[in-house]
């Protein structure tokens, strides 16, 4: 938490990096939940999915939480909000997709923002198998503080238990 600290108190922030977004919907006849992982630009960092029923919801998160990082290299992040068809709700072909996108083999986070999309997730984890990969968790945390904590955890190199552990603290965190 104290690299977050140090970025928010820096003079100069510099702009938000790029989010990889779940990806736009399928063609025709192919499957979403097919699709191949992206490329692999760094190893090792747990991957961070931001699941929402809204994707500006989640886009405005991940770019804040980008931002809040300062310098640090930002963590393999991706959203997964709304419907394919650019509606509210959740699916589970965008979180899959996405969090084969973010994931280095170390794990990867997926934070909800409420109700159904904990259920959707719940239920792509307790399917056999599972189409998320391998080392894929569920965090408990609210959406803005554990994107933030979660983001700068994986950022500096944290395993996933160091993840879920920020993620704890920030759903612990009392604001008065």
Do not use: N, W
Not at 157 to 170: M, N, R, S, T
């Amino acid at each position: 938490m104290e690299a977050l600290r140090s970025a928010v108190d820096a003079e100069e922030v510099p702009p938000a990096p790029e989010v990889p977004l779940a990806p736009e919907e399928p063609a025709v006849g192919e499957s979403p939940a097919a699709a191949q992982p992206a490329a692999k630009t760094r190893t090792g960092r747990v991957g961070v999915v931001l699941v929402s029923h809204s994707r500006a919801v989640a886009e405005s998160v991940a770019a804040l939480s980008g931002a809040l990082l300062g310098s640090v290299d930002p963590a393999p992040l991706a959203v997964a909000g709304g419907t394919p068809d650019g509606g509210i709700g959740t699916s589970a072909e965008l979180i899959t997709a996405a969090a084969r996108t973010v994931d280095e083999g170390v794990g990867v986070a997926l934070l909800c923002d409420m109700g159904s999309a904990v259920l959707t997730v719940k239920s792509l984890l307790g399917e056999e198998p599972s189409p998320l990969p391998e080392g894929t968790r569920i965090v408990d945390a609210p959406f803005l503080e554990g994107a933030v904590a979660i983001t700068l955890t994986s950022a500096v190199g944290g395993d996933i238990e160091a993840v879920l552990a920020a993620a704890e603290d920030a759903r612990g965190y009392r604001k008065r």
